[in-house]
């Protein structure tokens, strides 16, 4: 009665984890949420225009202003090849539609951002090693290449022009997401690699969730010429356009004199986030997990001294009241034990330091101690957590 890809559809364990963190006294390491005092304050004054449907492609003002924007980062981006996205996921789900039959070949990073790896899988999708010094052996290579979800990795400009430069060779089409690039805290070579792509296939997106909001949902991509026209059907067969509303607000904030200084702002804000988190990392992790201070981004990666499986610690922590990714779930293939993300950016210093000590605690408990199976732990997690009260003990 049902497709059959569905059979492989999973949940997405970030949104899954997220919907059991409203506990009060919950400290969350899990999403990539923003700071709730960095979201900005909105006064709403609708254009009548605001209401109405609007061009699959996106509003022509705000276009041209991100066509502005990336041409400044050398991308081959005039405004007709520029299309306004709900949210960044849907280029994502736009891309993989387009490229993506049962058993094709994609070449993505290992780890890598897991909302991808779903999308991908849906559609059938083969993962292969995406190598910064080899050519893709695939015809779509994803790679999110500055500040990477989930490791915070910042690829070298060298290992951008030799994964553009394979790319070309081989006719593979890069499809780049570069949701953080703004919020860099430190030296790191950020420049895109699809500005070194003329004469190839690419795309390229970002998303304005982690500089404004992301309760609009609206993202960009900027794609070569032989696929922009595609992705654009693609689109009107999903959601005609994406909130004209939405776009609205974003195009004010983005033409505000200001926007500049409030990514300043962000950037400043978010470094002395980082900074007192990596204290409290050590404080309360030194000796039990290994990790490198991120240059920008939203998330520490951590190697556990132990290799635990860490989805099978999940509802512990969950049940004590902090939240956090396993590394696992962003594997694409053979998952490494003994990893997991932690997001900095939503606690504050207080909470913080409070949910490291909580996580620190539950590592030291599980190193002489067996581990539960990790299907009975997950499938709690997900599923009977939200059929509980959160009061109960």
């Not at 980062?73 to 520029?82: C, H, K, N, S, Y």
């Not at 034990?337 to 409070?354: P, Q, V, Y």
Request: aromatic share 8%.
């Amino acid at each position: 009665m049902f497709s059959q890809r569905i059979a492989t559809l999973r949940p997405s364990p970030i949104r899954e984890i997220l919907s059991v963190i409203d506990r009060p006294g919950m400290v969350s390491f899990a999403g990539g949420l923003p700071a709730p005092e960095m979201l900005p304050p909105l006064t709403l004054s609708a254009a009548p225009t605001s209401l109405q449907y609007g061009p699959s492609e996106g509003d022509p003002e705000l276009r041209a202003v991100v066509s502005e924007q990336l041409r400044a980062l050398g991308i081959d981006a005039p405004t007709e090849r520029v299309m306004i996205l709900s949210g960044s996921q849907q280029g994502i789900d736009l891309v993989a539609k387009l490229f993506v039959d049962p058993g094709t070949p994609v070449a993505v990073e290992s780890p890598t951002y897991l909302a991808a790896l779903q999308v991908f899988r849906l559609y059938g999708a083969d993962f292969t090693d995406l190598s910064w010094s080899a050519a893709p052996a695939a015809p779509l290579a994803y790679v999110v290449p500055t500040f990477a979800n989930p490791t915070g990795r910042c690829a070298t400009d060298h290992e951008r022009d030799t994964l553009a430069r394979a790319c070309l060779d081989t006719g593979t089409t890069l499809f780049e997401d570069d949701p953080y690039r703004e919020l860099a805290y430190g030296p790191c070579d950020r420049a895109p690699v699809t500005a070194r792509m003329r004469g190839g296939s690419w795309v390229y997106q970002g998303s304005f969730s982690k500089t404004f909001a992301p309760g609009l949902r609206l993202g960009f991509l900027a794609a070569s010429e032989d696929l922009f026209s595609r992705l654009v059907m693609l689109k009107q067969a999903v959601d005609l356009h994406s909130s004209t509303l939405s776009q609205q607000l974003v195009r004010s904030a983005l033409t505000d004199p200001s926007w500049s200084s409030r990514l300043d702002g962000l950037a400043s804000f978010y470094r002395k986030r980082r900074d007192a988190f990596d204290a409290a990392l050590r404080r309360h992790l030194g000796g039990l997990a290994e990790w490198e201070t991120p240059a920008g981004g939203l998330f520490f990666w951590l190697h556990l001294t132990r290799p635990v499986d860490t989805r099978a610690l999940l509802a512990t922590a969950i049940d004590r009241g902090v939240a956090f990714m396993p590394g696992e779930e962003f594997f694409p293939d053979n998952p490494e034990l003994g990893t997991m993300r932690l997001n900095f950016s939503h606690a504050d210093a207080e909470d913080a330091e409070r949910g490291l000590r909580v996580l620190a605690q539950l590592l030291r408990e599980t190193a002489d101690a067996p581990a539960p199976p990790v299907t009975c732990i997950m499938q709690r997690t997900v599923q009977g957590e939200r059929s509980r009260s959160w009061g109960d003990p």
